[in-house]
């Protein structure tokens, strides 16, 4: 999170596809590294270089799909890159403990090792980009300034702070914090919590490309956006209506379901909330900050749970997150309300 501001930069400067193979290197680097690992201090060290390898892939991937979108299929081209980080977001965890289980954890990351080297035949597909190319040129780290003006800026903030933190808060801190530890707290085994969290992956898979569909203009992405919020919070009131597995089976899924409506339209939005500051610091520094605040929602996701699991218990928490999440989706909607035949006119 804290490198993808200056690897956007970096990307920029030295190519999209250049920084991907980069990128895919370090990581295997750093899998190999953690499979070799003889203490908690050396695995954190190349856990880490994983995730500058990982910055790096992401980064330079953002920004060659923000390069070949336009106004009408950007939400589209976010929905297709942004679904597959998800899955494989919600896939790997369980599939990399069922190897585990059965080849061992180092073995385990030398398989991880292998994917890493392998998705480099594929960044090799990408065409090679000049190195004339006149942004490369431009590219430089935004100065303090425009940050702050940037996170100054309301219409940054609102879809940074009402939509894309809300929504990793409750991925992180309801989906793969409190679901795991209830359904393990009531008796059921990890593969339950595999399959639980498969459901958000295939909601994910089947929606985000039609809700992307619908996403032509810039008022409907506000409309999917905030009716996605409000859904996604609703899964966690699900839980006042019952505790066992089906419940939270059921909660998940409806999370993944408000998720898929909002998650592409949240990219997209960004560029359409933020045309000066993108023509002033470059599409790949401002959507480094807005992803930089995004995985704060990452972070601070375990910890809200945390704190009210300590406090509450495990339906408080739930509820309250989901509460959350619906006030910030219908803050969102009023924030960004528009007149009706704007939502609804055609792309």
Not at 207 to 216: G, N, Q
Not at 252 to 269: D, K, N, P, R
Request: charged fraction near 10%.
């Amino acid at each position: 999170a804290i490198a993808q501001p200056s690897l956007g930069r970096y990307c920029e400067r030295v190519g999209k596809r250049r920084a991907m193979l980069l990128g895919a290197a370090i990581a295997a680097f750093g899998f190999v590294g953690s499979a070799l690992a003889g203490s908690v201090l050396d695995l954190l060290l190349w856990r880490s270089l994983c995730a500058v390898g990982y910055a790096l892939v992401f980064v330079a991937g953002q920004a060659h799909v923000l390069e070949h979108a336009t106004t009408s299929n950007r939400a589209r081209s976010f929905s297709l890159f942004i679904g597959a980080i998800m899955v494989a977001t919600v896939c790997g965890p369980p599939i990399g403990g069922i190897l585990a289980d059965n080849i061992g954890r180092r073995l385990t990351l030398v398989v991880s090792a292998v994917l890493a080297l392998a998705s480099i035949a594929t960044i090799w597909q990408l065409p090679e980009e000049g190195l004339a190319d006149a942004r490369r040129a431009a590219a430089r780290m935004p100065s303090l300034r425009e940050i702050r003006g940037l996170l100054l800026n309301r219409r940054f903030m609102t879809v940074t702070a009402l939509a894309a933190v809300p929504a990793k808060v409750l991925l992180t801190g309801m989906c793969f914090y409190l679901v795991p530890l209830y359904v393990l707290s009531i008796g059921s085994s990890q593969s339950v919590v595999g399959r639980i969290l498969m459901a958000y992956a295939v909601a994910m898979v089947v929606l985000s490309p039609i809700a992307a569909s619908i996403a032509a203009t810039r008022g409907r992405m506000e409309v999917l956006v905030g009716v996605g919020l409000t859904t996604s919070g609703l899964g966690g009131l699900l839980m006042l209506f019952g505790n066992d597995v089906g419940w939270v089976f059921a909660a998940t899924l409806i999370v993944g379901v408000g998720q898929s409506l909002s998650i592409s339209a949240q990219s997209a939005l960004v560029r359409e909330h933020c045309d000066a500051e993108v023509a002033l610091m470059g599409e790949s520094s401002v959507y480094g900050v807005y992803r930089l605040i995004e995985r704060l929602g990452n972070a601070i996701g375990p910890l809200i749970a945390g704190v009210l699991l300590l406090g509450f218990g495990y339906r408080a928490s739930f509820v309250t997150i989901g509460i959350g999440v619906i006030v910030c989706g219908l803050c969102f909607v009023i924030a960004t309300r528009r007149p009706a035949n704007s939502v609804l006119a055609p792309a």
